[in-house]
């Protein structure tokens, strides 16, 4: 049995052209990758595949690139992902406060999506704001400061 090609020729165009831009394989995987998560919200072990043959790279070396990098999914995921933030300064700002806040709006728990597929719940290492604690990314934008209050209005910003 054949599984089909899920790549777009648009995808194979643009990251062929990283590709180019980025000799380096370790670099246009990591690129390449994102393109192909910006159409599928995930990397599935078939792009895996399709995008080590581009690169001329195994596929377990692409795997470890995107296991390597947590802003790549590598299980389907929501329309939006919230990545809680949950190293220490977080925690000595209040995480478990934000984190419980979260998940009773979710009625998620870490690692899960929500039944209408809007959100998915993750964590993530230090974001880099700890003088900004409790902090989360939703997608690609970075909230900080967070307070059990602003949480409400944030979430449902993102549809
Ligand atoms: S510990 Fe959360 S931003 Fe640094």
């Given at each position: 049995?054949?599984?089909?090609?899920?790549?777009?020729?648009?995808?194979?165009?643009?990251?062929?052209?990283?590709?180019?831009?980025?000799?380096?394989?370790?670099?246009?995987?990591?690129?390449?990758?994102?393109?192909?998560?910006?159409?599928?919200?995930?990397?599935?072990?078939?792009?895996?595949?399709?995008?080590?043959e581009?690169l001329d790279m195994?596929?377990?070396?692409?795997?470890?690139?995107?296991?390597?990098?947590?802003?790549?999914?590598?299980?389907?995921?929501?329309?939006?992902?919230?990545?809680?933030?949950?190293?220490?300064?977080?925690?000595?700002?209040?995480?478990?406060?934000?984190?419980?806040?979260?998940?009773?709006?979710?009625?998620?728990?870490?690692?899960?999506?929500?039944?209408?597929?809007?959100?998915?719940?993750?964590?993530?290492?230090?974001?880099?704001?700890?003088?900004?604690?409790?902090?989360?990314?939703?997608?690609?934008?970075?909230?900080?400061?967070?307070?059990?209050?602003?949480?409400?209005?944030?979430?449902?910003?993102?549809?």
């Amino acid at each position: 049995m054949t599984t089909e090609n899920i790549l777009t020729t648009a995808e194979i165009t643009a990251i062929q052209e990283i590709y180019r831009h980025f000799p380096e394989k370790s670099a246009a995987c990591i690129e390449g990758l994102k393109v192909i998560q910006q159409h599928h919200r995930w990397v599935s072990d078939q792009a895996v595949k399709e995008l080590a043959e581009i690169l001329d790279m195994s596929p377990a070396a692409i795997d470890s690139v995107a296991t390597y990098y947590n802003l790549i999914f590598r299980r389907p995921v929501g329309r939006n992902v919230v990545l809680m933030c949950n190293s220490v300064s977080c925690w000595i700002m209040g995480y478990d406060q934000i984190a419980a806040r979260v998940k009773k709006q979710l009625a998620i728990g870490y690692g899960e999506t929500t039944a209408d597929d809007r959100y998915t719940l993750l964590t993530i290492q230090c974001l880099g704001t700890c003088d900004h604690a409790p902090a989360m990314i939703i997608n690609e934008d970075l909230h900080r400061d967070l307070t059990a209050e602003s949480i409400g209005p944030i979430l449902e910003h993102y549809q």
